[in-house]
């Protein structure tokens, strides 16, 4: 009998530890930090890194052999639902999207010489990557239909193409990009996986776009964390050895990022909910209206225990999709992740509005950080693939094992009780035969 829900005492120290620095030491900074540029934030969050590294707690998501702490699936995704509480953690902590995913492709495609170059670096915290693969023009959705090309011209790859939405890309001192190689190639053996440093003649960084979490209406590159950049490679030229894996790999390797990241998204989003659930009980019991806290009305006390059951379901969906990782593998788990990536955007988006309307006016005003949250959580059920792509995962997988039937469906009544009755016909007449006479 294996199932236990205990985490052991002493990671839970640890969880303690994260909790309390992320509240008392990086929540603050998120407030005083929004118009620093990505140096000065740097210098900012340094010594919070130092003491993270000397908990032991720095880049937890690879093995000590990448410089990471090696740690399981299902630790990591506890230690995520502390990180998630604030936006900027994931980033003191070394494992932020899109660098650790993308570490995680490069620890298993990349060659020693690569590992050395971009994958070691890139866990110490030294370079900073971004992930290139939807574009404008075609459906990110099917990502076999990209139009960025890959092509061999001598000892070089060639690039052109449109990409946007590249995380990151505006800080990033090398992008990983996923471009058609093999255009002949089954659908998904087309794609090559490239690394493209900065400055590289021919990437050309057009603007990071405006979203609702950040609106830059003049279109210029944030050069923070957190833009999403539009980019363009115009004949952009790297060397043969830039090439991570072989040719039409590229859909190999690029599921090996999404996996784990998806339940680590998972679990912050789940720091967000408890935050924004905190703030909820907290209104609750403290606001009066006719001489009564809030919280002693009914329909209060939905909000508060729908609240509370919906993050435990997504909690529970979510760690048990951890510890199927950490049990099978990313690919036996693919429906668990499925549900668990349009799950919890969903509780999150409800949970954030409960505690918005509990708050009145204070709530949809700025002096709350309740309305950024919730223009942060939109994203999150189209990045990573839209919820839509995810539900039909789900249910194509539970289909495929389900044995069609002609006739009558299997629970026919009917069916059934005439079944019943050519089994046990005999006993019962016996029965009745023996029931004692009135
Ligand atoms: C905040 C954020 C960060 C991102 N970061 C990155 C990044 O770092 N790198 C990167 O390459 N990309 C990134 N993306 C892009 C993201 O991966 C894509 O937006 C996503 O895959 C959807 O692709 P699309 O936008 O082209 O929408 P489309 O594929 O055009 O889909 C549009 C809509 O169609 C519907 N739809 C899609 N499929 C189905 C279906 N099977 N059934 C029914 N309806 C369907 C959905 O409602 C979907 O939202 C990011 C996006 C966001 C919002």
Request: glycine share 8%; hydrophobic share 40%.
């Given at each position: ?13 640890q ?10 030491d ?19 969050l340094?010594?919070l ?19 990471g702490q ?16 604030s ?6 902590f ?5 660098d ?33 693969l ?20 001598g000892?070089?790859?060639c690039l ?48 990071d ?6 609106a ?20 952009c030229r ?15 390797l ?7 990241g998806?339940?680590?998204h998972?679990?912050?989003m ?5 935050r ?15 001489g009564q ?9 939905d ?36 549900m668990?990536?349009?799950q ?6 409800q ?21 950024e ?23 194509r ?7 069609p ?16 009755l050519e089994?046990f016909?005999v ?12």
């Amino acid at each position: 009998m294996a199932w236990d829900f205990a985490t052991e005492p002493t990671f839970q120290k640890q969880l303690d530890w994260m909790r309390c620095f992320v509240d008392t030491d990086i929540i603050p900074l998120e407030l005083i930090s929004g118009d620093l540029d990505q140096p000065q934030l740097d210098i900012l969050l340094a010594p919070l890194k130092e003491q993270v590294k000397a908990a032991g707690l720095w880049a937890t998501h690879l093995p000590p052999e990448y410089g990471g702490q090696g740690m399981g699936q299902l630790p990591l995704a506890l230690m995520h639902e502390v990180l998630g509480r604030s936006v900027l953690a994931p980033e003191v902590f070394g494992n932020q999207a899109p660098d650790s995913g993308n570490a995680e492709l490069l620890a298993v495609g990349a060659n020693e010489e690569q590992k050395k170059r971009w994958l070691y670096p890139l866990m110490a915290g030294e370079l900073r990557s971004s992930f290139c693969l939807t574009e404008p023009d075609t459906a990110g959705s099917d990502p076999t239909t990209i139009r960025t090309t890959c092509r061999r011209d001598g000892d070089q790859w060639c690039l052109d193409g449109h990409k946007w939405f590249s995380s990151n890309a505006s800080v990033a001192d090398f992008l990983l990009v996923m471009a058609v190689s093999d255009p002949d190639a089954p659908p998904h053996q087309r794609a090559a996986m490239v690394v493209v440093p900065r400055n590289t003649p021919g990437l050309i960084l057009m603007r990071d776009v405006g979203t609702m979490a950040h609106a830059n209406e003049d279109g210029a590159l944030m050069r923070r964390i957190g833009g999403h950049t539009e980019l363009r490679f115009e004949n952009c030229r790297v060397p043969l050895d830039h090439m991570i894996g072989a040719p039409g790999e590229g859909f190999l390797l690029a599921q090996k990022r999404l996996s784990g990241g998806r339940i680590h998204h998972g679990m912050r989003m789940i720091g967000q909910c408890l935050r924004a659930y905190d703030m909820l009980c907290e209104r609750a019991a403290s606001r009066q209206l006719r001489g009564q806290a809030l919280g002693s009305m009914q329909r209060v006390q939905d909000m508060v225990a729908d609240s509370a059951s919906e993050i435990t379901m997504a909690r529970l969906l979510t760690l048990h999709a951890a510890w199927r990782m950490d049990h099978v593998d990313a690919r036996e788990s693919r429906v668990d992740i499925a549900m668990v990536k349009y799950q919890v955007p969903r509780i999150l988006y409800q949970v954030l509005d409960r505690a918005i309307q509990l708050h009145g006016a204070l709530g949809y005003s700025t002096d709350l950080p309740l309305e950024e949250m919730y223009r942060q959580a939109r994203a999150l059920r189209i990045a990573d693939g839209a919820d839509e792509l995810h539900r039909q995962t789900i249910a194509r997988a539970v289909l495929r094992d389900v044995k069609p039937v002609t006739g009558w469906p299997t629970e026919h009544i009917p069916t059934q009780r005439a079944a019943a009755l050519e089994r046990f016909g005999v006993l019962l007449e016996s029965l009745s035969s023996k029931a004692p006479r009135a």
